[in-house]
Every structure is written in C-alpha cells, then in structure tokens.
C-alpha cells in the first residue's frame, strides 16, 4: 500500500514537474541565460590590486579604482550596509556594453509595464546580457502598441546573490558620483522591497546620494573642492527631478482626459503637442552641467514616456526620505537601519 502511495506521489510530482516547465519555458530559459552572462563576468573578473599594478590597464580609471576600498569601508562602518564581498574584483569591459535594459509603459497612460520573477516580485525593468534578444523583445513590444525604452546601463546589484564584480565602465564618473552609485548597488543588497521597484529604487538613490556625501567629507572636509563639485551635480538632478516629476503630473491629468471615443491619431497629436511644451520648460531650466542630460533632452523629444517614469521611478519619493533624515536629526545609519528593519 505504501509502494503504491509513494509512485502516486512520484506520478504526480513528475506530471507537476512538466506542466511547470511547459508553462515557464520561456521564465526559465531567460533564468538560465542570465545565469551563463552573470557567471561569465564573475569569472573573467580579476582581482582590483592586479589591475591596479597591470600597466595597460588607462591610468585615468585607476584614480577611483584606488578609492573602491575606501568608499566600500565607509559604506559598510558608517552607514551600516551589508557587505556581501562585492567589488573585490573588476571585469573590463573593453569600453563595450554587456547589459542591456528594457523599460515600457502604456503609450496613452503612465502605467509602467512590469515582468514578473520568482523571488523578486513584479519588476518595472528587464535586463540582458545578449543584446540580440533585448532587441527582439523590445520589438514584441513595440508590435503591442507600448512606449518602450531601452539601452545598455553600467551598474546592477544581484542584492547579494553573487560577489558582484566592479565594471571598468563605473570608473569613467567623478569622485561623488563614483560613491554614490557603489553605496547605490551597496544599498539594493541591504534594503529591497520585493514587487516594488520605485519604492526600492528610490531609496537606493536617496541613500547613494546622501552616503556619498557624507563619504566626500570623511575624506576631503567640508566644503572641499569634490563636495563642490559633487553638489552641482545633485543640484542638476534635484532640478530635473522636480520638472519630470511635474510632467508626470501634467501627462496623467492630460491622459485621463482623453476621451474614451478618441481615435488614435487624436491621443497622439495630444500627447506630441504635452511632450513638446514639456521639452521647452526643460530647455529652460537652469543647470549647471546642461551637456549632462543631453541624452535625456533627446529622448523627450521622442514623447516617450518611459523617460517620466524613470524619474518617477528613482526620484519621486526623495523629499520624504529627507523629512525622514531631518527628523532623525541627520542620523543618515539610524535611517537606514529603520528601513532595514520594517523591510
């Protein structure tokens, strides 16, 4: 009686087991081919101190490669993040991409498309190691009538999963925002909020930003040259932040006037006509580095609107983070330690 239990369990285990993989095929064949990209960096990386005595590795980039340590201690003793021994190593990229990145989003409404992934929950990003097939799925959803942005980025964090290496591409930044963007990554392996992009996002850029800060004055003093710098660069940012986040405002309010009747052609002369007075407000922002964001410029001219959610999705939480820091008297590690514990 037993035996015969037990092959029913088999049975029906096995007959589970292809069902699942019938229905996730695709889940799981993109698992595998991020697995074989992830793997390939992690094992082609080589350890910083040989790069750093390699003679042909560009000198240019060994200035904040000499820094990592430095920025990761701090993140780790300072601002209590995890340290889950990432940035040990460093993969060069040969000035070549080796992630790509898809975003979508209705095209009438801002209503960021999302993927789902075991673990994770329901993210507002996809990533690829082959850009092939980033270009091919970005056609299927372009054929589905989406807005859809996609390009090659330089950092991600596995939150911890892996020893995540250093890419040579995140040395090309000034000293802020080279700190800022490890104790970002550093920030998504000790705070991540599953099935919530923008809450998680968003609280990587609001601990980046303010650690790195804190990082420039531990090292120069206050009020050095570098936190100068680097304050120019957040107050560009902060700006822009502000305008995208007025745009999605304004875009939401437009798109949920449209008429249920209205054709095609209507929605879209309405959305180009919102999308061109949006590039004159920001033509006529006053920042301090405007070569910066002449990427961005371009992609508002394409009434896109994934590049409003993108700020949405990194920005649009960063005052009551502040109001959070002010009222912890500045405490930047008590704050994080509190979203450590209600996360």
């Known amino acids: 009686m037993m035996a015969r239990a037990f092959k029913l369990f088999l049975l029906t285990l096995g007959i589970s087991t292809v069902i699942w993989l019938a229905f ?13 990209g992830q793997v390939h960096i992690i094992r082609e990386a080589r350890p910083v101190e040989d790069v750093l005595n390699d003679p042909e590795f560009p000198d240019s980039l060994k200035h904040n490669l000499r820094r990592l340590e430095s920025v990761r201690r701090f993140a780790i003793e300072n601002l209590g993040l995890n340290d889950h021994g990432q940035y040990k190593t460093l993969y060069n990229q040969g000035g070549k991409p080796v992630l790509w990145v898809l975003t ?6 801002l209503d960021a498309y999302t993927w789902s992934f075991p673990f994770l929950g329901d ?19 372009l054929r589905k009538g989406l807005d859809v942005g996609w390009g090659s980025v330089g950092a991600w964090s596995t939150l911890g999963w892996f020893d995540d290496p250093l890419l040579s591409g995140m040395l090309d930044r000034s000293e802020g925002a080279f700190a800022e963007l490890i104790i970002h990554e550093m920030s998504h392996g000790t705070v991540f909020i599953p099935g919530d992009t923008e809450a998680s996002e968003n609280l990587a850029t609001f601990i980046g930003e303010e650690g790195a800060l804190r990082y420039l004055r531990s090292v120069h003093g206050s009020g050095s040259r570098q936190e100068e710098l680097y304050t120019e660069e957040r107050e560009d940012e902060e700006q822009v932040g502000l305008f995208m986040q007025q745009c999605a405002v304004q875009l939401d309010s437009l798109y949920r006037q449209l008429p249920d009747e209205a054709g095609i052609a209507e929605k879209r002369e309405a959305k180009r006509q919102a999308y061109h007075r949006i590039l004159a407000g920001f033509d006529a922002l006053k920042l301090n580095q405007p070569e910066r964001y002449a990427r961005l410029r371009q992609k508002l001219a394409e009434a896109n609107n994934t590049v409003v959610l993108s700020y949405v999705r990194y920005r649009s939480s960063q005052i009551g983070h502040r109001q959070d820091l002010e009222r912890r008297g500045g405490n930047l590690r008590e704050v994080i330690d509190s979203l450590v514990k209600s996360n």
């Open 123 to 141: 993210l507002e990003y996809k990533g690829f190691f082959d850009e092939h097939t980033a270009r091919k799925e970005r056609e299927e959803l």
């Open 104 to 109: 979508a989003s209705d095209a009438f409404r």
């Open 24 to 36: 996730n095929y695709q889940l799981l064949s993109y698992g595998l081919m991020q697995l074989q």
